[in-house]
């Protein structure tokens, strides 16, 4: 779900009338197996011509870096920090400490340039549990952010301050019937 309305128009000089303030969603779960969801929805999203960005944190494995994003088709760019392995303990290197910094800065930029109208933040919450990420931080990208840009976090345990600023909450749990 994207609030930004685009209307092609032939004369790029017309401003439009008006533009709907981007959402924040949260997507949240005990378990880390629903980012198939949120990237199903962020390639839709790209496919219908709106430029997305997904972050991921934690990942690595494929030396990537934000210099070499994913493309995945015209208007969607993956990116993930440049480490050999995935994150899972707050106790990291220090070249690995300043990948995921060099990758948080590098998304903080493009969003406040306004490239993207729809960011994914993978295992946001995760990185601010471990202390990757401050999330004073998080809270300060998240609240001057540019108007039309939509934001989508992940992670288990999102904290409470991030919880009070979305405008939806998707919590995902299993349920087991007999």
Known sequence: MVSQLEAPSLNPAVSRPYVLEGLIQVFTSPHRSFFTNVMAQALRIAGQG???????????GIHQGHEHPVRLGENLEWIRCNLPRCIDTPQIEESEARSLQELWQHTRTVVAEGRYSLIVLDELSLAI?????????????LRTRPNHVDVILTGPDMPPSLLDLADQITELRRSHRP
Not at 50 to 60: C, E, I, R
């Open 129 to 141: 549990h471990l202390g990757l990420i401050p999330e004073a931080e998080v809270l300060e990208f």
């Open 50 to 60: 709106t430029p997305v960005l997904v972050v991921q944190f934690l990942k690595g």
